[in-house]
């Protein structure tokens, strides 16, 4: 493999270190790729920065201890980690930054339509109307679409090959879920009163 002469040679084994400068220094790598990343890390982009046979997650355990006590954390969410601010300090950020309030702001309704395409994805609009009753308008996808936490699937088998839609990585982050087995189960719903026995 030629190397790239625009990118330094990145010392990962750091020999010339003792041994606790070495894993504080695998740390704060880490620690800087999760913070110029505005999207999760996923386990293979974060061990290119590190020694070989390092464990990745040891080091996320020992950044994530560092960090108590911060306005900010490591988080695994969508098959990666990413820092994030700590949701005590959200009103503090929006005050100083003039942000408007960036919570999702969906409709009891576009939310039922987003847990249906999460539990039955990838799933046509007519596999919607299957499950509502009704039909399930574009607008309503559209706005889904646009917040980005829906994306188009594989188009249907079936005739005229309809479109599917499936969740996104935004969708996960949005719902702080790791992957898609982090949703909560039936039994889970209906306990929680939010599903019919």
Do not use: C
């Not at 949701?87 to 309030?101: K, L, M, N, Q």
Request: hydrophobic content about 40%.
């Amino acid at each position: 493999m030629a190397k790239d002469h625009n990118e330094p040679d990145l010392d990962r084994e750091l020999d010339d270190l003792p041994p606790d400068l070495r894993w504080r220094e695998w740390m704060r790598r880490i620690e800087a790729v999760l913070f110029a990343s505005a999207s999760p890390v996923p386990r293979e982009d974060l061990v290119r920065v590190v020694g070989q046979g390092v464990s990745v997650d040891l080091l996320i355990d020992d950044l994530a201890a560092d960090l108590e006590g911060r306005s900010f954390e490591v988080a695994k969410v969508s098959g990666g980690w990413m820092l994030r601010t700590r949701p005590a300090y959200a009103a503090a950020i929006r005050t100083a930054a003039d942000v408007g309030d960036q919570d999702l702001d969906l409709r009891e309704y576009d939310v039922a339509v987003l847990a249906a395409i999460a539990y039955h994805q990838p799933i046509t609009r007519d596999g919607l109307k299957d499950i509502f009753g009704k039909e399930i308008s574009r607008d309503l996808i559209g706005r889904l679409h646009a917040r980005g936490l829906i994306g188009t699937g594989p188009r249907s088998p079936r005739r005229g090959a309809p479109y599917t839609y499936v969740t996104t990585e935004k969708f996960l982050i949005a719902f702080d879920l790791e992957s898609l087995q982090d949703l909560p189960d039936r039994e889970q719903l209906t306990d929680a009163g939010l599903a019919a026995e």
